[in-house]
């Protein structure tokens, strides 16, 4: 599998991370590393191997249809970088 | 006697019968602190100490201890290590927070760790590295870094860690410190701030087998609150620690000891297969061929969920914002850019990669099959043996700057210990002996699912014969007049 | 040349919880901004979600109402994307393995529309324009209210299926109880995918899809409009862009959203902090036995037992509160067919004059039982009875106390009719011999006299009655 700077780019948008042109590169190069040690992966035969998310075979755990209190709004607003009347304020999103 | 050599329970024990005085133990503490602080970088926040809400039944009542900082603790600032949290204070305690507070722990404050549990060497923390006590030129192992360092110098008698792929039982081992992974579920996941949700753990730090089986105690146990969380068993760790050892199955994986391990490693770790043989244990090898996939399965299926989990820091909710930005767009890109270390970076590209349209299969979906065939090989051997012993790190701690410049290298360094991760298992580190260099090593003993009371034991067990686990670094930093004796 | 639309339609359904999906945070609607808020629906680090069985036992019993295969073992996916609406930057839906898939709702005429699936998933928060900063506020009380989305087959060949299969959908529900479908309070949201090709032809066109749309007459004319739009488009030679658009109802035109940054990729994968979802045969079963009697079978019902005619059997059923409220009416001793004329006429009126619901109105069955009685026992005529009914509907006031505070109930007296009868003919002579000279009108002009002496209060029939007997 070739890493290529436009797979980076793709990948760092998809992210949210800006990488400036050289870090890009040493990225790219490290990424090509990983992903080419990853690739031991394929000389693992696993035909008909169920993919496994969940390593205990837990199922259906659920809570009962009951309200607790919620939690006082300025303690959950106190951690925002900007806020106005309980909000959080971020930059124009609404089309 | 100097308080800090002391391990949890005798701590607890002196408490209990009133020889030593809660503030007394509180002091020798602080007064370790303050030379950890200046010499290893372990703490991240230092706080008063609390006044547990109760005595507390536990054993450990009154005794000092810390939390990694990746376990929430409500109204103490919880950074992760990482620039993007390095304001956040939680609204809201861990449950293993309320669990030890209940039990009468004293929390000191918050441990220094790999910026959100990312590394294998403390050093990717915005906040500098740690430095292992052992010697300050060396780390102190990683993520949960500041947590064995603490330990192993004497700030606190227990920390509190959590385990991706290593973190408690690698450090452990690089500071000559008991490290204990329980099986997946056992320990609520509620309130530690998750790096891969399927293969995060809470566990102890601690010098002995027993101290940890004693913090397990306290912290097990089903959660409301934790859907992946399992029931309690019904009788406790501590009280199971015979100490016997007749007639057990240990089994030394032969794919652990090949190629890549160090000398010194390989011949303490086969001397302690010899100690266990001595308590009647029988130890024999054994192939698992799997081993060559745990790295590369182990780190798709990190990064993936990673790369989801860190998703929320974002600028908007909590955490650190960028100062300049434009539109929504830049404030995400900005902040998250700014906001996190190369190595979290690296992991998010890698984990995005993997779950990306195109090559989820290739790689998310075979890392998830390369899973089962790996929890099923550990089930085959586990129904020939009761235990696993391999070692925990290839090499004793390598020196600060070493590691970093090859992320591929130190990712093969947790060779050992991440397949215990992905197959759900329990998992110790226990100090075992030391390099020509002086430095810790240590051996790892695994356990079938739920077979955390038979890891502990069989430590135990080996601790009640050597002295590996009350060996501690010496005094280059720490002058007699800042240790509280008595 | 002749072209087919062909509609397919993604619908958001929010389920009639308590609590939200993943926490116990009220479901409520409205609140200040972030007051039905924890940890764990805000995202905060570290915290975990723990799924509501009520949501599983709603969605499931939606999945069956709707003909679909219930999916034995299923699971919850994360779906991560970056809006300020989601503050965990994913969002907790199914992919891989839906609850429920391959349903189909017959919509009348013949027409089956097809189920393709049936998934559970948590709300996103709501952002609202400051229009002062030129910012965005961000409320997170609608993150984690549970939902289920019905993505249908492009079943549809014109807006009248797809208005008929969402009054299905809507009546269905509430019929269940699964939610409260209130379009206004997005409790039933709409996306419509479209698109136009020749008639005959086998293969789907290009298709846009339309947000947005919080009404079924705003679903209708957009359709009408995006498939004339499409249509223009094919003939002038243009292609149809595959994209996201908005309807504007002001302008009664869609407009394309501004494109996104990036391709959708929103890197699915199992969520690991949720273990799977395992129905039994007998849990099935037992959800199976407890379906309600839906709207179709009750209106054969009440035309066959009650001998309802059908418009008024299809009226009262088209709403399930009133189909409960016409069947406690019933079971208090109401005439069947008193029952429905007053549900249809007085209650219908009054909730469209309060522009209330039918779920959220306070006039309780016995109050209306009770009115009804006095009516059919002669003590109110049904003039007045209307004008109780309309002070008494919107706080289900005491009807006798306002019967009796107001001095409304019905003359009986006969002598009091027959007094009023006397002075009505004395003073009007020439209506009377109007009537004997065989002008019926005239008759009716002396009842209204009596009846306007006697305040209204009396018995119609009492007075027809009596003055036909002092007439001869």
């Not at chain 3, 004395?426 to 065989?438: L, P, Q, R, T």
């Amino acid at each position: 599998m070739k890493i290529t700077e436009a797979l980076v780019d793709y990948i760092s948008q998809l992210s949210r991370l800006r990488l400036p042109p050289e870090e890009k590169r040493a990225m790219t190069t490290e990424l090509e590393g990983i992903v080419a040690y990853m690739d031991v992966l394929d000389g693992l035969d696993t035909a008909g191997v169920e993919p496994m998310s969940h390593v205990f075979p837990l199922k259906n755990v659920t809570r009962p249809d009951q309200t607790a209190p919620s939690q006082d709004g300025e303690e959950l607003l106190a951690n925002a970088p900007a806020s106005k009347e309980g909000a959080f304020l971020v930059p124009k999103a609404v089309e | 006697m100097e308080l800090w050599k002391l391990t949890a329970l005798e701590l607890g024990e002196a408490l209990g019968s009133g020889s030593v005085t809660r503030a007394a133990a509180v002091q020798a503490a602080q007064a370790r602190i303050a030379w950890i602080q200046r010499s290893c970088n372990a703490f991240l926040t230092v706080t008063d100490p609390q006044t547990p809400q109760k005595a507390g039944d536990s054993p450990l009542a009154g005794v000092p201890m810390a939390y990694k900082d990746n376990i929430c603790t409500k109204g103490v600032r919880t950074t992760c290590a990482s620039r993007i949290l390095e304001n956040f204070i939680p609204c809201y305690d861990a449950t293993v927070v309320e669990r030890l507070a209940a039990a009468g722990a004293v929390s000191l404050g918050k441990l220094n760790m790999d910026e959100f549990a990312m590394g294998s060497t403390s050093e990717t923390s915005c906040f500098g590295p740690v430095r292992n006590p052992w010697d300050l030129t060396r780390v102190a192992g990683g993520s949960s870094g500041g947590a064995a360092a603490a330990v192993a110098a004497g700030g606190v008698w227990y920390a509190v860690g959590s385990d991706t792929g290593g973190s408690i039982r690698q450090p452990a081992a690089y500071c000559g410190v008991t490290g204990m992974k329980p099986t997946y579920g056992t320990v609520s996941r509620y309130g530690l701030v998750a790096y891969a949700s399927s293969l995060d753990q809470i566990g102890p730090i601690a010098r002995s087998a027993a101290d940890c089986a004693a913090v397990l105690d306290v912290m097990i146990g089903r959660d409301a609150r934790d859907s992946t969380s399992l029931d309690r068993p019904a009788d406790g760790l501590l009280a199971g620690l015979t100490g016997e050892l007749r007639g057990k199955r240990i089994g030394l994986p032969a794919d652990c000891f090949g190629d890549g391990l160090d000398r010194p490693v390989a011949s303490a770790v086969l001397a302690a297969a010899d100690v266990l043989r001595a308590r009647g244990a029988e130890v024999e090898e054994f192939h698992l061929p799997v081993m060559k996939y745990v790295v590369p399965a182990y780190y798709i299926i990190a990064c993936a969920e990673a790369s989801s989990n860190l998703s929320r820091f974002d600028g908007v909710k909590y955490g650190w914002r960028a100062e300049s930005y434009g539109d929504l767009g830049e404030l995400y890109t900005s902040t998250r850019t700014q906001g996190f270390g190369t190595e979290v970076k690296r992991r998010i590209l890698l984990g995005t990669f993997v779950l990306s349209s195109g090559y989820y299969d290739a790689y998310y979906k075979k890392a998830l099959q390369a899973k089962a065939v790996i929890k099923a090989a550990f089930d085959r051997a586990f129904a020939r043996y009761d235990l696993l012993l391999t070692p925990v790190t290839p090499s004793t701690a390598p020196r600060l700057g070493e590691s970093l410049s090859d992320p591929l290298k130190m990712y093969l360094s947790d060779i050992y210990t991440v397949s215990v991760n992905l197959a759900g298992l329990p998992a110790l580190s226990m100090p075992c002996g030391f390099d020509p260099q002086g430095l810790p090593i240590g051996a790892q003993l695994i356990g079938p699912p739920l077979g955390d009371g038979e890891v502990l034991n069989a430590a135990h067990a080996f601790q009640l014969e050597t002295d590996w686990h009350r060996r501690h670094p010496g005094g280059q930093y720490a002058p007699a007049a800042a240790e509280g004796g008595i | 040349m002749t072209w087919e639309t062909v509609i397919g339609l993604e619908t958001h359904v929010e389920l009639a919880t308590k609590t939200k999906i993943f926490c116990s945070c009220t479901t409520e609607f409205g609140g200040a901004p972030n007051t039905h808020c924890c940890p764990v629906c805000m995202g905060m680090p570290g915290t975990l979600p723990v799924l509501n069985q009520k949501v599983v036992e709603l969605a499931v019993t939606a999945g069956l109402a709707l003909n679909c295969a219930i999916t034995p073992h299923s699971r919850f996916d994360r779906k991560n994307y970056f809006y300020p609406d989601l503050p965990k930057a994913y969002q907790i839906s199914q992919l891989y393995l839906p609850i429920a898939r391959n349903g189909r709702v017959d919509i009348g005429e013949g027409k089956t529309i097809r189920i393709h699936e049936l998934h559970m998933e948590e709300d996103a928060g709501k952002l609202v324009h400051d229009p002062w900063l030129d910012q965005t506020l961000a409320d997170y009380n609608r993150c984690g209210v549970p939902l289920i989305e019905i993505v249908t087959e492009p079943d549809f060949r014109c807006a009248e299926e797809v208005i008929a299969y969402l009054e299905k959908l809507k009546e269905t529900l509430q019929y269940l109880g699964v939610s409260d479908c209130k379009m206004q309070e997005g409790s039933l949201r709409c996306d419509v995918n479209l698109s136009v090709r020749p008639a005959g032809s086998a293969q789907l066109g290009v298709r846009t899809e339309m947000k947005n749309l919080n009404s079924f007459k705003a679903i209708s004319r957009a359709i009408v409009y995006e498939a004339r739009r499409q249509i223009e488009l094919l003939e002038e030679g243009k292609p149809v862009v595959q994209q996201t658009r908005r309807w504007d109802e002001n302008k009664d035109a869609t407009y394309a959203m501004r494109s996104k940054e990036n391709a959708q990729d929103y890197r699915y994968f199992p969520d690991p902090d949720l273990p799977p979802v395992e129905l039994s045969g007998a849990y099935l079963d037992r959800l199976r036995a407890a379906l309600p009697e839906l709207a179709e079978a009750k209106r054969v019902r009440y035309q066959t037992q009650w001998g309802l005619p059908a418009y008024d059997a299809k009226m009262i059923t088209s709403q399930k509160p009133l189909a409960d409220f016409f069947e406690a009416l019933v079971s208090l001793g109401t005439k069947p067919k008193q029952g429905a004329n007053w549900i249809m006429g007085q209650v219908l009126g009054q909730l469209s004059a309060h522009g209330l619901e039918a779920g959220d109105m306070a006039l309780t069955p016995p109050t209306l039982a009770r009115l009804i009685a006095l009516v059919e026992a002669g003590k109110l005529n049904r003039n007045t009875a209307v004008k109780v009914f309309e002070a008494v509907f919107e706080t289900d006031g005491d009807v006798d106390a306002y019967v009796a505070a107001h001095g409304l109930e019905q003359v009986s007296d006969a002598g009091l009719v027959a007094e009023a009868v006397e002075q009505v003919l004395a003073a009007n002579e020439k209506s009377v011999a109007d009537y004997k000279a065989g002008k019926e009108k005239a008759f009716g002009f002396l009842v209204g006299q009596v009846m306007r002496r006697l305040k209204g209060q009396a018995s119609p029939a009492m007075v027809n009655q009596v003055l036909r007997d002092r007439l001869g």
